[in-house]
């Protein structure tokens, strides 16, 4: 299948192993993948701290870099969530219905990376190795908004050499939250030492996520806390195999 | 605690939250109650084989509902008037009050017992009562705790939950003059009992506030635990109730429906053991003068926000809030308002003058823990992020605002995209810190972003973007 990359703009800028390691896991699967080179960002950020205004033009950029897309592989649930939540309605919004057309035609071809390989190709064994211990967190947009369910928890068991172990308080929200982290510093803050602490209580080396954001926010409070526990996205994860080790 | 949760005047939430963190006791209290409470419900949910049909049911009934609101309301006055009920109608808080207080005076009483209602919370009305030298008694066990022990709900279905047992003896024992009294619920309950026969059997007057509002019969619903609200229901020779004007149902038969949802969300009950429907009055038994209070107090407005309007639809169950990851670290009164938590989140901000709104519509992680466990199915997440919206739109320029249209901007452009990640990449050179391993990482940053290395290190920006790279790729044909 000819797969379009959305690797979003956090992804892009921040944590460009998750993008590499995604292109790695659909290559080696037999898929020819693309990068549109014009996308940016969902709008997420803008649309959840009430900046609409500057959210509403990202739609139709997206939907310029992806119309013609076969399929549209994006490794951040929470951007996923924003646009299947909420892209119909900025599209009406903006009163375009050449747009909400095309947002409609469009939105069933992007998936979530796990979900990806899940949902739409069918597999739980994508051929990876990845000899540690690691612990899952389930961010909220993936467990709430895109139903994700135990897809991620089943390409994690098909993983050769790991040990999972269950983390406590799995569907609790980390406390990032976008700008809420900012916002609200000292809730969540309160939020995030009860993950940490799950996190630590696993004796996992790593806790993987679907999602970077949630991931950057428990790394950073792990760190400081100087644990050594790593945060890894769950694509670097099943990008693995024995030949690269 | 006194003046703390009037809207009108509280402090932002993040400025009452950190207080509040800072009390490992009401933490302690509030996480325990509210783990309680969450697996107790998630027993009973889960023996229901159509709960999720059952929520869509309710969402309908309270939709159709609102949509129609007028029509109901009308139906409802009709038919309780014909049952001998008088029907009023307030505008604001204000006009409840006035018209609350003058009935108590008509019934020639200064003493009322209250039935358990947030909605006399939400226009302080016992406040109101006193002013004007009427005694009320509430007579809800956790209510009775909040009124002695002169604090506010923190809680819309346990008011006093942010309270443990041992704080609530000291109260009993201090304000009941019980130096003596036991420390194990049944004294605590027996205390409690004792306190409010003699106004059960004494006060003349009773005031309730109401579940539900039926339209086809122009009943009263009001569902409880204690047993204490059915006898102000049925003991004094005037009842009051005061209502929001959301709180219609169409049809006697809806109760089906929101009888199954209301007490599996709220207390993990399969049914309230005390469920009461009265309807005007007979002559043969309970009050003689029945009064009902219709009160808007900003409901109209919401109503005519089309994306906002779902609010109005809410059962007052209160399972948002035991849900809330944000309101179980904080406990109630940091929401500054009787309705806290997600709810309290969506529903303060536009009952009152949008003053609290600056900081409500934020105090939320957008988990959606709240939208999974509400009964009728409220999208508190999205109204959260259209009262936000708002809140950009009157605030007009600030910092932020500046910096959001900047950063709106740069993503109109993969070219400016590309200029800020490297200016990103040169702005950060001096605050990074190498540790151990070699790995840059950042502890501490500026103004607003200082909220972040609060708590948490922040890893330097990698050398190359991915974009970057996927062109190289490109270029050395892999
Ligand atoms: S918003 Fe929903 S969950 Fe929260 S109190 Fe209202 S009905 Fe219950």
Redesign the interface.
Known sequence: MRVSLF?T?Y??????????AV?RVLERLGHTVE?P?????C?Q???????????L??VA?FVEQFRNAEAVVVPSSSCVAMMR?HYPKMAAELKDERLMAEVEALLPRVFEFSEFLTKRLGLEDVGAYYPHRVTYHAS??GL??LELGDGPMRLLRAVRGIELVPLEGL???C???????????????????EKTTAVLNTDAEACTACDNSCL??I???L??QRTGVKTVHLAEILAGDEVGR | MSGVLDPRTSPP??IV??TM?GDSQLRKNVRHATDVIQTKRARVVGEMPDWQALREAGRQIRSHTMENLDFYLEELERNCTRAGGVVHWARDAEEARQIVVALVKESGSDEVIKIKSMTTEEIHLNPALEAAGIHPYETDLAELIIQLGEDWPSHIVVPALHKNRQQIREIFQKKMNLPELGERPQDLADAARMFLREKFLRVKTGLSGANFLIAETGGVCIIESEGNGRMCLTLPETLITVAGIDKVLPRYQDLEVVLQLVPRSATGERMNPYNSIWTGVNAKDGPRNFHVVLMDNARTEILADEEARQTLNCVRCGACQNAC??YR??GGHAYGSVYAGPIGAILTPQLQEMHHAQSL?????????C??VCPVKINIP?VL?H??????EQKGVSAE?LA??M??M?????RR?RAA?RM?RMAEVPLVRKDGQGVG?I?WLPG?????T??????E??K????D???KRGKDGK
């Not at chain 1, 080179?37 to 960002?41: E, I, K, N, P, R």
């Not at chain 2, 740069?410 to 993969?414: A, D, G, R």
């Not at chain 2, 190359?464 to 974009?467: A, K, Q, S, Y």
């Open positions: 690797i703009c992804n892009d800028t921040l944590f460009p192993e998750t993008g590499k292109v990068f080179s014009g996308q940016t960002c709008g950020m803008h649309w959840n701290t009430g900046y609409q205004a500057e959210a033009p990202l950029r939540d909220c947009h709430r908004n569907e609790q929200c406390g990032f939250g976008g700008t809420f982290a900012v916002k609200n510093a000292d809730v969540s803050s309160a939020m995030l030492a950057m926010h790394q950073g409070g760190h400081r | 939430f993040p939250a950190k963190l990851p944000v670290q904080t519509p934020y105090a939320s992680s957008l988990c959606g823990a939208y999974e999205e992020i009262l936000r919206n708002k809140v950009v605002a959001m249209k950063m709106g740069v993503f109109m452009s993969e995209f990640q990103g990482w502890g607003m972003l200082g909220g972040w609060q708590v948490r290190d922040l890893q920006m990698p190359e973007t991915f974009r790279w996927w062109e």
